[in-house]
Protein backbone atom coordinates (compact mmCIF):
# COMPACT_ATOMS: atom_id res chain seq x y z
CA UNK A 1 0.00 0.00 0.00
CA UNK A 2 3.21 2.05 1.02
CA UNK A 3 4.35 1.42 -2.75
CA UNK A 4 1.24 2.75 -4.71
CA UNK A 5 0.61 5.70 -1.96
CA UNK A 6 4.34 6.56 -3.48
CA UNK A 7 3.52 6.07 -7.27
CA UNK A 8 0.49 7.73 -7.08
CA UNK A 9 1.42 10.81 -5.32
CA UNK A 10 4.19 11.07 -7.95
CA UNK A 11 2.11 10.87 -10.67
CA UNK A 12 -0.18 12.80 -9.56
CA UNK A 13 2.11 15.87 -8.36
CA UNK A 14 4.05 15.47 -12.56
CA UNK A 15 -0.36 15.62 -13.83
CA UNK A 16 -0.22 19.16 -11.29
CA UNK A 17 3.18 20.24 -12.96
CA UNK A 18 2.33 19.63 -16.72
CA UNK A 19 -1.12 21.45 -16.06
CA UNK A 20 -0.15 24.52 -14.35
CA UNK A 21 -1.04 27.41 -16.83
CA UNK A 22 -3.30 25.33 -18.71
CA UNK A 23 -7.15 26.21 -18.60
CA UNK A 24 -8.73 23.45 -19.99
CA UNK A 25 -10.87 20.87 -17.89
CA UNK A 26 -10.92 17.28 -18.20
CA UNK A 27 -14.34 18.45 -19.70
CA UNK A 28 -12.47 19.95 -22.43
CA UNK A 29 -13.86 24.00 -22.25
CA UNK A 30 -12.18 26.99 -20.11
CA UNK A 31 -13.55 27.53 -16.25
CA UNK A 32 -13.14 29.87 -13.83
CA UNK A 33 -12.69 29.55 -9.87
CA UNK A 34 -16.42 31.16 -10.01
CA UNK A 35 -17.51 28.44 -13.34
CA UNK A 36 -16.50 25.58 -11.55
CA UNK A 37 -17.49 26.14 -7.73
CA UNK A 38 -21.38 26.85 -9.72
CA UNK A 39 -20.71 24.47 -11.84
CA UNK A 40 -24.47 22.50 -13.58
CA UNK A 41 -24.12 19.61 -15.44
CA UNK A 42 -25.92 19.78 -18.60
CA UNK A 43 -29.53 18.20 -18.76
CA UNK A 44 -28.92 16.43 -21.92
CA UNK A 45 -26.13 15.04 -20.17
CA UNK A 46 -28.09 13.45 -17.16
CA UNK A 47 -28.49 10.03 -16.97
CA UNK A 48 -29.16 7.50 -14.10
CA UNK A 49 -25.71 5.25 -15.64
CA UNK A 50 -23.44 8.23 -14.96
CA UNK A 51 -20.77 8.09 -17.60
CA UNK A 52 -18.04 10.15 -17.55
CA UNK A 53 -16.86 12.29 -20.67
CA UNK A 54 -13.66 11.83 -22.19
CA UNK A 55 -11.37 15.31 -22.78
CA UNK A 56 -9.82 13.57 -26.57
CA UNK A 57 -13.16 13.02 -28.29
CA UNK A 58 -15.87 14.36 -26.25
CA UNK A 59 -17.97 11.81 -26.61
CA UNK A 60 -19.21 9.15 -24.15
CA UNK A 61 -17.23 6.36 -24.30
CA UNK A 62 -16.51 4.42 -20.51
CA UNK A 63 -12.92 5.08 -19.09
CA UNK A 64 -11.73 1.62 -18.81
CA UNK A 65 -8.42 -0.39 -19.42
CA UNK A 66 -7.26 1.01 -15.96
CA UNK A 67 -4.33 -0.43 -14.29
CA UNK A 68 -4.55 -3.45 -12.38
CA UNK A 69 -3.09 -2.50 -9.77
CA UNK A 70 -5.41 0.72 -9.67
CA UNK A 71 -7.31 1.63 -6.47
CA UNK A 72 -10.29 0.99 -8.58
CA UNK A 73 -10.07 -1.85 -11.28
CA UNK A 74 -13.33 -1.55 -13.65
CA UNK A 75 -14.43 1.66 -15.00
CA UNK A 76 -16.31 4.50 -13.68
CA UNK A 77 -19.48 3.29 -14.52
CA UNK A 78 -22.65 2.92 -12.32
CA UNK A 79 -24.49 -0.15 -13.41
CA UNK A 80 -25.94 -3.62 -12.49
CA UNK A 81 -22.59 -4.77 -12.02
CA UNK A 82 -22.41 -7.35 -9.21
CA UNK A 83 -19.22 -5.91 -7.26
CA UNK A 84 -18.40 -2.20 -6.78
CA UNK A 85 -14.76 -2.09 -6.69
CA UNK A 86 -14.56 1.34 -5.36
CA UNK A 87 -16.08 0.88 -2.21
CA UNK A 88 -15.11 -3.17 -2.56
CA UNK A 89 -18.66 -3.70 -1.66
CA UNK A 90 -22.11 -5.52 -3.40
CA UNK A 91 -23.80 -2.93 -5.85
CA UNK A 92 -26.24 -1.13 -4.13
CA UNK A 93 -29.08 0.47 -6.58
CA UNK A 94 -29.52 4.21 -5.21
CA UNK A 95 -31.07 7.60 -6.30
CA UNK A 96 -29.42 9.01 -8.82
CA UNK A 97 -26.24 11.25 -7.66
CA UNK A 98 -27.01 15.05 -7.62
CA UNK A 99 -25.21 17.42 -10.02
CA UNK A 100 -22.91 18.81 -8.18
CA UNK A 101 -21.00 15.76 -8.42
CA UNK A 102 -20.29 16.53 -11.73
CA UNK A 103 -18.10 19.34 -11.69
CA UNK A 104 -14.97 19.29 -13.34
CA UNK A 105 -12.12 17.22 -11.56
CA UNK A 106 -10.02 19.74 -9.09
CA UNK A 107 -7.40 18.89 -7.14
CA UNK A 108 -8.15 20.43 -3.97
CA UNK A 109 -6.80 17.98 -1.07
CA UNK A 110 -4.55 15.25 -0.18
CA UNK A 111 -6.36 12.15 0.68
CA UNK A 112 -5.04 9.10 1.18
CA UNK A 113 -8.37 6.78 1.33
CA UNK A 114 -7.48 3.24 2.65
CA UNK A 115 -7.64 0.28 0.33
CA UNK A 116 -9.26 -1.89 3.14
CA UNK A 117 -12.51 -0.91 1.86
CA UNK A 118 -15.91 -0.18 4.02
CA UNK A 119 -18.02 -3.46 4.01
CA UNK A 120 -21.17 -1.53 4.73
CA UNK A 121 -22.50 1.19 1.72
CA UNK A 122 -24.45 3.00 4.78
CA UNK A 123 -22.93 2.31 8.08
CA UNK A 124 -25.25 0.86 10.55
CA UNK A 125 -28.41 1.92 8.87
CA UNK A 126 -30.16 1.00 5.51
CA UNK A 127 -30.63 3.00 2.42
CA UNK A 128 -34.09 2.28 2.83
CA UNK A 129 -34.58 3.16 6.27
CA UNK A 130 -37.71 5.32 6.54
CA UNK A 131 -35.93 7.73 8.93
CA UNK A 132 -32.18 7.88 8.35
CA UNK A 133 -31.80 6.48 5.17
CA UNK A 134 -31.77 9.87 3.37
CA UNK A 135 -28.36 9.97 5.31
CA UNK A 136 -27.13 6.63 4.80
CA UNK A 137 -27.67 7.53 1.14
CA UNK A 138 -25.44 10.57 0.96
CA UNK A 139 -23.20 8.66 3.16
CA UNK A 140 -22.46 6.11 0.22
CA UNK A 141 -22.98 8.78 -2.64
CA UNK A 142 -20.33 10.98 -0.57
CA UNK A 143 -17.92 8.17 -0.25
CA UNK A 144 -18.29 6.59 -4.07
CA UNK A 145 -17.48 10.00 -5.47
CA UNK A 146 -14.37 10.81 -2.95
CA UNK A 147 -13.00 6.99 -4.31
CA UNK A 148 -13.85 7.63 -8.04
CA UNK A 149 -11.63 11.05 -7.68
CA UNK A 150 -9.26 9.65 -6.33
CA UNK A 151 -8.99 6.79 -8.44
CA UNK A 152 -9.19 8.97 -11.77
CA UNK A 153 -6.28 11.28 -9.64
CA UNK A 154 -4.20 8.85 -9.58
CA UNK A 155 -4.98 6.85 -13.07
CA UNK A 156 -4.51 9.69 -14.89
CA UNK A 157 -2.87 12.73 -13.71
CA UNK A 158 -2.29 14.35 -16.96
CA UNK A 159 -5.93 14.94 -17.19
CA UNK A 160 -6.11 17.24 -14.05
CA UNK A 161 -5.75 20.37 -15.86
CA UNK A 162 -5.50 22.99 -12.29
CA UNK A 163 -5.55 22.29 -9.02
CA UNK A 164 -7.15 24.34 -6.23
CA UNK A 165 -3.81 26.56 -5.74
CA UNK A 166 -3.33 27.02 -9.49
CA UNK A 167 -6.67 29.00 -10.22
CA UNK A 168 -7.01 32.12 -11.37
CA UNK A 169 -6.50 34.75 -8.71
CA UNK A 170 -8.98 37.68 -8.88
CA UNK A 171 -7.65 40.76 -10.96
CA UNK A 172 -6.08 43.39 -9.14
CA UNK A 173 -7.31 47.20 -8.44
CA UNK A 174 -4.89 50.29 -8.96
CA UNK A 175 -6.15 53.97 -8.55
CA UNK A 176 -4.57 56.79 -10.68
CA UNK A 177 -4.05 59.94 -8.56
CA UNK A 178 -2.18 63.55 -9.85
CA UNK A 179 0.65 64.39 -7.11
CA UNK A 180 0.75 67.88 -6.95
CA UNK A 181 4.17 68.20 -5.57
CA UNK A 182 5.46 67.10 -9.07
CA UNK A 183 2.86 67.09 -11.06
CA UNK A 184 3.17 63.50 -11.98
CA UNK A 185 0.19 60.75 -12.48
CA UNK A 186 0.64 58.12 -9.60
CA UNK A 187 -0.46 54.64 -10.02
CA UNK A 188 -1.33 52.12 -6.85
CA UNK A 189 -2.68 49.27 -6.04
CA UNK A 190 -5.02 49.01 -4.03
CA UNK A 191 -5.00 47.30 -0.66
CA UNK A 192 -7.09 44.00 -0.54
CA UNK A 193 -10.03 44.44 2.29
CA UNK A 194 -9.27 41.26 5.05
CA UNK A 195 -12.51 40.04 6.01
CA UNK A 196 -12.57 40.86 9.35
CA UNK A 197 -11.93 37.61 11.64
CA UNK A 198 -14.49 36.16 13.82
CA UNK A 199 -13.49 36.44 17.90
CA UNK A 200 -13.61 32.50 18.31
CA UNK A 201 -12.85 32.88 21.71
CA UNK A 202 -15.13 32.65 24.64
CA UNK A 203 -14.68 34.69 27.95
CA UNK A 204 -16.44 33.58 30.79
CA UNK A 205 -16.53 35.41 33.84
CA UNK A 206 -16.78 34.49 37.78
CA UNK A 207 -20.66 33.94 39.16
CA UNK A 208 -20.52 34.46 42.57
CA UNK A 209 -24.16 34.89 43.09
CA UNK A 210 -26.43 32.23 41.54
CA UNK A 211 -30.10 33.12 41.21
CA UNK A 212 -33.51 31.42 40.70
CA UNK A 213 -36.71 33.50 39.89
CA UNK A 214 -40.11 31.10 39.51
CA UNK A 215 -43.29 32.73 39.18
CA UNK A 216 -47.01 31.14 38.11
CA UNK A 217 -50.45 32.55 37.69
CA UNK A 218 -52.93 29.57 37.98
CA UNK A 219 -56.28 28.93 38.55
CA UNK A 220 -59.98 26.99 38.63
CA UNK A 221 -63.31 27.45 37.30
CA UNK A 222 -66.48 25.95 38.06
CA UNK A 223 -70.08 26.76 36.56
CA UNK A 224 -73.28 25.41 37.67
CA UNK A 225 -76.73 25.57 36.19
CA UNK A 226 -79.32 27.10 38.71
CA UNK A 227 -80.55 23.73 37.40
CA UNK A 228 -78.46 20.86 38.54
CA UNK A 229 -79.54 17.73 40.39
CA UNK A 230 -77.23 17.83 42.82
CA UNK A 231 -77.26 21.98 43.56
CA UNK A 232 -73.72 24.13 44.19
CA UNK A 233 -72.17 27.14 43.46
CA UNK A 234 -70.12 28.92 40.42
CA UNK A 235 -66.78 29.71 41.55
CA UNK A 236 -63.32 31.04 40.03
CA UNK A 237 -60.53 30.79 42.14
CA UNK A 238 -56.86 32.34 41.44
CA UNK A 239 -53.10 31.51 42.64
CA UNK A 240 -50.60 33.73 42.45
CA UNK A 241 -47.04 32.38 43.53
CA UNK A 242 -43.63 34.21 43.47
CA UNK A 243 -40.27 32.92 44.30
CA UNK A 244 -37.11 34.37 44.39
CA UNK A 245 -33.54 32.59 45.75
CA UNK A 246 -30.14 34.04 46.01
CA UNK A 247 -27.18 31.78 47.20
CA UNK A 248 -23.30 32.11 47.39
CA UNK A 249 -21.62 30.03 44.74
CA UNK A 250 -19.98 26.92 45.82
CA UNK A 251 -17.70 26.72 43.54
CA UNK A 252 -15.99 29.65 44.41
CA UNK A 253 -16.51 29.84 48.11
CA UNK A 254 -16.30 26.11 49.03
CA UNK A 255 -16.00 26.76 52.90
CA UNK A 256 -18.95 29.60 53.38
CA UNK A 257 -22.73 28.85 53.00
CA UNK A 258 -25.14 31.59 52.01
CA UNK A 259 -28.51 31.27 50.78
CA UNK A 260 -31.59 33.87 51.00
CA UNK A 261 -35.14 33.36 49.54
CA UNK A 262 -38.36 35.51 49.03
CA UNK A 263 -41.83 33.74 48.51
CA UNK A 264 -44.84 35.12 48.53
CA UNK A 265 -48.51 33.22 47.68
CA UNK A 266 -51.92 35.10 47.15
CA UNK A 267 -54.81 32.82 46.29
CA UNK A 268 -58.29 34.25 45.89
CA UNK A 269 -61.84 33.09 45.38
CA UNK A 270 -65.55 34.40 44.79
CA UNK A 271 -67.62 34.08 47.58
CA UNK A 272 -71.41 33.91 46.46
CA UNK A 273 -72.04 33.47 50.37
CA UNK A 274 -70.59 36.25 51.40
CA UNK A 275 -73.20 39.27 51.47
CA UNK A 276 -70.36 41.79 52.65
CA UNK A 277 -67.94 41.15 49.85
CA UNK A 278 -67.45 38.99 46.10
CA UNK A 279 -63.98 37.55 46.96
CA UNK A 280 -62.73 35.70 50.04
CA UNK A 281 -58.90 35.23 50.66
CA UNK A 282 -57.82 31.73 50.48
CA UNK A 283 -53.93 31.97 50.95
CA UNK A 284 -52.18 35.62 51.76
CA UNK A 285 -48.10 34.44 52.86
CA UNK A 286 -45.21 36.50 52.65
CA UNK A 287 -42.22 34.50 53.68
CA UNK A 288 -38.28 35.39 54.30
CA UNK A 289 -35.24 32.54 54.74
CA UNK A 290 -31.60 33.28 55.37
CA UNK A 291 -29.33 30.71 56.32
CA UNK A 292 -25.61 31.47 56.59
CA UNK A 293 -22.45 29.42 57.81
CA UNK A 294 -18.87 28.30 57.77
CA UNK A 295 -18.00 24.83 56.97
CA UNK A 296 -17.02 22.67 60.21
CA UNK A 297 -16.27 19.27 58.03
CA UNK A 298 -17.62 17.42 54.47
CA UNK A 299 -21.01 18.14 54.81
CA UNK A 300 -21.59 20.04 58.11
CA UNK A 301 -21.52 23.83 58.98
CA UNK A 302 -22.24 26.22 62.07
CA UNK A 303 -25.23 28.17 60.83
CA UNK A 304 -27.63 31.01 61.59
CA UNK A 305 -31.00 30.73 60.34
CA UNK A 306 -34.18 33.29 59.64
CA UNK A 307 -37.09 32.93 59.42
CA UNK A 308 -40.15 35.36 58.95
CA UNK A 309 -43.56 35.16 57.85
CA UNK A 310 -46.79 37.42 57.49
CA UNK A 311 -49.46 38.52 55.28
CA UNK A 312 -50.20 41.41 53.57
CA UNK A 313 -53.97 41.82 52.80
CA UNK A 314 -57.08 42.33 55.41
CA UNK A 315 -58.64 39.18 55.21
CA UNK A 316 -62.32 38.44 57.04
CA UNK A 317 -65.08 36.33 58.39
CA UNK A 318 -67.76 35.60 56.06
CA UNK A 319 -70.92 37.83 56.35
CA UNK A 320 -68.94 39.67 59.36
CA UNK A 321 -66.74 42.53 59.55
CA UNK A 322 -64.17 40.12 61.89
CA UNK A 323 -60.69 40.41 61.05
CA UNK A 324 -58.70 37.03 60.52
CA UNK A 325 -55.89 38.42 59.59
CA UNK A 326 -53.78 41.59 58.57
CA UNK A 327 -50.10 42.50 58.17
CA UNK A 328 -48.11 42.00 61.17
CA UNK A 329 -51.04 39.92 62.80
CA UNK A 330 -50.14 37.52 62.78
CA UNK A 331 -46.21 37.96 62.17
CA UNK A 332 -43.78 35.64 62.97
CA UNK A 333 -40.12 35.95 63.40
CA UNK A 334 -37.37 33.13 64.68
CA UNK A 335 -33.83 33.23 64.60
CA UNK A 336 -31.45 30.00 65.46
CA UNK A 337 -27.94 29.34 66.04
CA UNK A 338 -26.75 25.29 65.50
CA UNK A 339 -25.69 23.54 62.45
CA UNK A 340 -26.54 22.40 59.06
CA UNK A 341 -26.22 19.62 57.01
CA UNK A 342 -26.08 20.54 53.22
CA UNK A 343 -26.01 18.21 50.54
CA UNK A 344 -26.43 18.11 46.68
CA UNK A 345 -25.62 15.03 43.90
CA UNK A 346 -23.24 15.16 41.45
CA UNK A 347 -26.01 16.28 39.17
CA UNK A 348 -27.17 18.99 40.97
CA UNK A 349 -30.84 17.32 40.95
CA UNK A 350 -31.25 16.71 44.49
CA UNK A 351 -30.58 19.18 47.17
CA UNK A 352 -31.36 18.95 50.82
CA UNK A 353 -30.47 21.55 54.12
CA UNK A 354 -31.18 20.65 57.32
CA UNK A 355 -30.39 22.79 60.25
CA UNK A 356 -30.41 22.05 64.41
CA UNK A 357 -30.60 25.00 66.08
CA UNK A 358 -30.59 24.29 70.30
CA UNK A 359 -30.67 27.77 70.59
CA UNK A 360 -33.49 29.75 68.95
CA UNK A 361 -35.99 33.20 69.31
CA UNK A 362 -39.11 32.97 68.26
CA UNK A 363 -40.77 36.24 68.15
CA UNK A 364 -44.70 36.68 67.74
CA UNK A 365 -46.64 40.13 67.01
CA UNK A 366 -50.26 40.73 66.41
CA UNK A 367 -50.25 44.67 66.02
CA UNK A 368 -54.01 45.29 64.62
CA UNK A 369 -55.75 46.25 67.25
CA UNK A 370 -59.11 44.80 66.00
CA UNK A 371 -57.69 41.07 66.01
CA UNK A 372 -57.55 39.24 69.65
CA UNK A 373 -54.14 38.80 70.33
CA UNK A 374 -54.68 36.32 72.70
CA UNK A 375 -55.61 33.57 70.53
CA UNK A 376 -52.16 34.19 69.16
CA UNK A 377 -50.25 33.60 72.48
CA UNK A 378 -49.93 37.68 73.31
CA UNK A 379 -51.35 38.15 76.37
CA UNK A 380 -53.61 41.00 76.84
CA UNK A 381 -53.00 44.49 75.89
CA UNK A 382 -49.58 43.12 74.56
CA UNK A 383 -48.43 43.67 70.60
CA UNK A 384 -45.76 40.79 71.10
CA UNK A 385 -44.55 37.57 72.65
CA UNK A 386 -40.84 36.19 72.69
CA UNK A 387 -40.20 32.92 73.31
CA UNK A 388 -37.03 31.10 73.58
CA UNK A 389 -35.94 27.21 73.17
CA UNK A 390 -34.60 25.14 70.02
CA UNK A 391 -35.81 24.55 66.60
CA UNK A 392 -35.00 22.45 63.41
CA UNK A 393 -35.75 23.15 60.17
CA UNK A 394 -35.05 20.62 56.52
CA UNK A 395 -35.57 21.58 53.13
CA UNK A 396 -35.54 19.97 50.17
CA UNK A 397 -35.18 19.76 46.28
CA UNK A 398 -35.57 17.42 44.13
CA UNK A 399 -36.58 17.17 40.43
CA UNK A 400 -37.58 13.95 39.93
CA UNK A 401 -37.70 14.60 35.81
CA UNK A 402 -37.28 17.70 33.39
CA UNK A 403 -40.82 18.78 33.91
CA UNK A 404 -41.12 17.00 37.10
CA UNK A 405 -39.87 18.57 40.83
CA UNK A 406 -40.60 18.54 44.14
CA UNK A 407 -40.35 21.24 46.83
CA UNK A 408 -40.41 20.81 50.49
CA UNK A 409 -39.78 22.32 53.68
CA UNK A 410 -40.51 21.83 57.45
CA UNK A 411 -39.99 23.50 60.37
CA UNK A 412 -40.36 22.51 63.78
CA UNK A 413 -40.06 25.18 67.09
CA UNK A 414 -40.25 24.44 70.81
CA UNK A 415 -40.14 26.36 74.08
CA UNK A 416 -40.74 22.94 75.84
CA UNK A 417 -44.00 24.49 76.80
CA UNK A 418 -45.26 25.33 73.56
CA UNK A 419 -44.73 23.94 70.08
CA UNK A 420 -45.67 24.38 66.21
CA UNK A 421 -44.84 22.66 63.15
CA UNK A 422 -44.98 24.05 59.58
CA UNK A 423 -44.62 21.45 56.93
CA UNK A 424 -45.29 22.44 53.20
CA UNK A 425 -44.58 20.59 49.77
CA UNK A 426 -44.77 21.85 46.43
CA UNK A 427 -45.14 19.35 43.88
CA UNK A 428 -44.96 21.02 39.83
CA UNK A 429 -45.92 19.54 36.55
CA UNK A 430 -43.98 21.78 33.88
CA UNK A 431 -46.65 21.09 30.68
CA UNK A 432 -44.42 23.74 28.70
CA UNK A 433 -42.27 26.40 29.20
CA UNK A 434 -45.01 28.38 30.02
CA UNK A 435 -48.15 26.32 31.24
CA UNK A 436 -47.52 24.09 34.78
CA UNK A 437 -49.61 22.00 36.97
CA UNK A 438 -49.12 22.23 40.86
CA UNK A 439 -50.23 21.06 44.02
CA UNK A 440 -49.42 22.69 47.07
CA UNK A 441 -49.79 20.92 50.91
CA UNK A 442 -49.34 22.87 53.59
CA UNK A 443 -50.08 20.63 57.05
CA UNK A 444 -49.48 22.90 60.69
CA UNK A 445 -49.48 21.52 64.17
CA UNK A 446 -49.74 24.25 67.00
CA UNK A 447 -50.10 23.46 70.89
CA UNK A 448 -51.47 27.06 71.08
CA UNK A 449 -54.41 26.70 68.43
CA UNK A 450 -57.77 26.48 70.48
CA UNK A 451 -59.44 22.59 69.89
CA UNK A 452 -61.33 22.57 66.93
CA UNK A 453 -65.16 21.07 66.94
CA UNK A 454 -64.33 18.27 64.95
CA UNK A 455 -62.71 15.64 67.05
CA UNK A 456 -60.71 14.68 63.28
CA UNK A 457 -58.75 17.59 63.42
CA UNK A 458 -58.20 19.02 66.70
CA UNK A 459 -55.12 20.95 66.89
CA UNK A 460 -53.82 19.62 63.28
CA UNK A 461 -54.53 21.79 60.40
CA UNK A 462 -54.56 21.38 56.46
CA UNK A 463 -54.44 23.34 53.37
CA UNK A 464 -54.67 21.99 49.77
CA UNK A 465 -54.78 23.41 46.64
CA UNK A 466 -54.66 21.77 43.36
CA UNK A 467 -54.14 24.28 40.43
CA UNK A 468 -53.57 24.69 36.61
CA UNK A 469 -52.00 28.08 34.87
CA UNK A 470 -49.37 30.18 33.60
CA UNK A 471 -45.53 29.86 34.49
CA UNK A 472 -42.75 31.58 33.90
CA UNK A 473 -39.03 30.42 35.09
CA UNK A 474 -35.43 30.94 34.79
CA UNK A 475 -31.93 30.90 36.54
CA UNK A 476 -28.21 31.79 36.37
CA UNK A 477 -27.51 28.23 37.25
Not at 436 to 450: C, E, G, K, L, N
Request: aromatic residues 16%; charged residues 20%.
Amino acid sequence: MFRTFLSGLFLTVLGLVSGFGQTASVFGAPFTRSEIYNYQFPADLMTDSLELLSPADGKMPVMSALPADSLAADSLRFGPLPIDSLLNTMYVPTTPLPSYYFRPVVFDSYQLLDTIRIADAGGDVALTDPVYGWLATDFYHNNLIRRAKQSFIVNLPADVRFDEASLPEPPKKFEATVDPNTAKIVIAELPVKEAPKKQMEATFGRRYWLRTFNSSVQFSQAFVSPNWYQGGNNNINVLVNLFYNVKLNPAFHKKLLFETTFQYKLGMNDAPNDSLRNYSISEDLFQFNLLAGYKASKYWYYSTNVSFKTQFLHNYKANTRDLKGAFLSPGELNVGVGMTYNYANPKKTFTLDASISPFSWNMKTCVNHRMDETSYGIKEGRKSVSQYGSNAEAKLLWVIRDNISLRSRVFVFTDYDYAYGDWENTLSFNINRFLSTQIYVHMRYDTSTPDSDDADWRKFQLKEILSFGFAYKFSSI
